[in-house]
């Protein structure tokens, strides 16, 4: 299964490679800062063609023409993002990805997530652990204070701002450094790979965070909520991943602050 879905993955990158005229395509969907091309929408349309041919009993759950389907009736459900990290891709910033999670009975089982820029391929298989380009990869090993911090600040959500940037605030003192690259899936890859230390947050969708989580998770990472709790994968919420010492620190730090996730 993860060798035909990563033919799969590698030919939707080839998609994403292939733009020539991306500045002509795009589409604001809720305002300048969300955007789509028409590169997401034919990925999609090329993954939600192959990825049900291979297992036709799936359910598919992908960003551009998602609606609110009773998801819970599917054994198998494909979560898909086409390109996460669009607004990269528009600008020619080359941090996009293709994202593809594969969830059963509400647990994700395989993870797939392909920069095409770079040729990288992350996978992960539940209990087999997780790769990159077919080599085995662990997360760092290193504490909050010698790691980098990845943080996520989707602005069309307007009223998690000021509580995105007082997690920044309160952590910012915490660690090595501070980045952020606008892919949460290829952010979560690079907590795998034991490129950074930890990376949070305040909201994401299910498709941004599907598959890098069990890649996180294979490698070796905590993945939760911010609050701590389990991720859902039926609705948006926080993303909190880090080697297991940064995720200790960070979950002490953000109850210790009282009112900083309310």
Known sequence: MLNRLSEIVLQAGAIIRSAR?????????????????????????????????????????????????????????????????????????????????????????????YNPYDGELYTAQRGKGAWLNGAPIHTADRDLEHSLLIFGSALYYRELVGQTLAVFNRLFPLVQDIRRFGSAALDLCYLAAGKAGAFYECRLCPWDYAA???????????????????????????????????????????RDEKGVLE
């Open 21 to 113: 005229d991306i500045g002509q395509s795009v589409h604001e969907k809720t305002g300048h800062r969300d955007l789509v091309t028409k590169y997401d929408t034919m990925v999609q349309a090329y993954l939600q063609r192959e990825l049900t041919a291979l297992l036709p009993e799936a359910g598919f759950m992908g960003e551009e023409g998602f609606s609110d389907t009773d998801w819970s009736r599917f054994e198998w459900l494909f979560i898909v993002d086409p390109i996460d990290g669009t607004t990269n891709f528009v600008q020619g910033f080359h941090n996009s990805c293709v994202s593809v999670g594969l969830m059963y009975k509400g647990r994700m089982e395989y993870g797939l997530v």
């Open 212 to 254: 890098g989580s069990l890649i996180a998770e294979e490698a070796g990472c905590r993945v939760t909520q911010m609050t701590g709790e389990p991720l859902r994968f039926d609705h948006k919420c926080s993303v909190l991943a880090g080697s297991p010492r940064a995720w200790e620190r960070i979950s002490e730090v953000l």
